[in-house]
């Protein structure tokens, strides 16, 4: 890399884009949710190889950021998966333990604040409205879809402000 000239930034959410939580996804749904139970089964997911595969394409060219609606109290295992499963090295960028806003709120203001003046070239997430909001704020975003649809994971995301 050149001296003085910054690298643009891809920029990767983590569950339904990398991680595969489907095995986990029943402890969010219907009326009573366990979301200790939803993060503890996280170290378990299996790794969606078409996100890893665009993340390690990706690092060639970009810095890699991870946004994430996951808890800060997560960041040790998060990075542990993302090393067993050859995820390239980045800023992760998490919610705080009192953070419920929906994640079309909260995801791109992590963003904002983690660029300090970098440009993004790409963002990679499976909420539609996440991606929605990405658009809005002017970044190119590539939707998710390798992993499927989960309402319940929808819900979690936009009412219960969790992941």
Do not use: N
């Amino acid at each position: 890399m050149r001296t003085g000239v910054t690298r643009l930034v891809a920029v990767f959410d983590i569950d339904g884009v990398l991680a595969d939580v489907r095995h986990r996804v029943h402890h969010v749904e219907g009326r009573r949710r366990d979301w200790t139970a939803f993060f503890a089964a996280a170290p378990y997911d299996t790794p969606l190889a078409e996100g890893v595969a665009l993340a390690v394409e990706s690092a060639k060219e970009c810095d890699v950021l991870y946004v994430t609606g996951r808890p800060e109290q997560c960041r040790t295992a998060t990075l542990q998966w993302f090393e067993r499963h050859g995820l390239p090295p980045g800023e992760l960028c998490m919610r705080s333990a009192r953070d419920r806003r929906p994640a079309r709120v909260a995801k791109p203001e992590m963003l904002a604040r983690a660029l300090r003046g970098r440009i993004v070239a790409l963002v990679v997430d499976d909420d539609e409205q996440v991606c929605r909001a990405y658009e809005q704020a002017g970044f190119r975003v590539l939707r998710a879809t390798w992993m499927g649809a989960s309402p319940a994971l929808e819900r979690a995301q936009e009412q219960d402000g969790r992941t």
